[in-house]
T-cell receptor, first 114, second 116 residues
């Protein structure tokens, strides 16, 4: 069984300040973990993925995430927010030892203030 | 490479009518997914195909929803009869084969369904 919890439904930051979007997961197998972004009226796009290589994963647009097995976390960070980062962000877990069936979190809405 | 194609982009129907959605995945992608995304929520997996076999359909309301992927390429999702609560965006996604060790999904633009 697997599940994913995005701890914040909304995160509000000022432009130029750091971003932290939190994600905890539960998995019976070694998981693959992903972050996707959904801009208004646009399709879902992959930001980054963890599939058992380096625990610190770098993605597009300056985002990165760190896989912490002991904390069952995969938080998404960015050093400096840009107005264009305003979007909905989804954390996804997929059991690599199972059938690779993905489970989405409920999403975190990132609001960026000028 | 061409992305995941979906049609139609928008559909408005009355309750108890039927509707069908079509998806064409990225060429060579063995895995195909259908999701339902209700406004303000994360996508919910309805069905996952590996080639033309079903990997998981545990969240598909089988009394009214059906899906097929003949020949392991494109796929259709049907709702019959539709209910008001089926109003949502229906997303299709595809992934490369297991052997590539790459399970990220590539999403289509979605079909926005409104049931009145």
């Amino acid at each position: 069984a697997q599940s994913v919890t995005q701890l914040d439904s909304h995160v509000s930051v000022s432009e130029g300040t750091p971003v932290l979007l939190r994600c905890n997961y539960s998995s019976s197998y070694s998981p693959s973990l992903f972050w996707y972004v959904q801009h208004p009226n646009k399709g879902l796009q992959l930001l980054l993925k963890y599939t058992s290589a380096a625990t610190l994963v770098k993605g597009i647009n300056g985002f990165e995430a760190e896989f912490k097995k002991s904390e069952t976390s995969f938080h998404l960070t960015k050093p400096s927010a840009h107005m264009s980062d305003a979007a909905e962000y989804f954390c996804v877990v997929s059991d690599r030892g199972g059938s690779y069936i993905p489970t989405f979190g409920r999403g975190t809405s990132l609001i960026v203030h000028p | 490479e061409a992305g995941v194609a979906q049609s139609p982009r928008y559909k408005i129907i009355e309750k108890r009518q039927s509707v069908a959605f079509w998806c064409n995945p990225i060429s060579g992608h063995a895995t195909l997914y259908w999701y339902q995304q209700i406004l303000g929520q994360g996508p919910k997996l309805l069905i996952q195909f590996q080639n033309n076999g079903v990997v998981d359909d545990s969240q598909l309301p089988k009394d009214r929803f059906s899906a097929e992927r003949l020949k392991g390429v494109d796929s259709t999702l049907k709702i019959q009869p539709a209910k008001l609560e089926d109003s949502a965006v229906y997303l299709c996604a595809s992934s490369p084969t297991f052997q590539s060790q790459s399970y990220e999904q590539y999403f289509g633009p979605g079909t926005r369904l409104t049931v009145t």
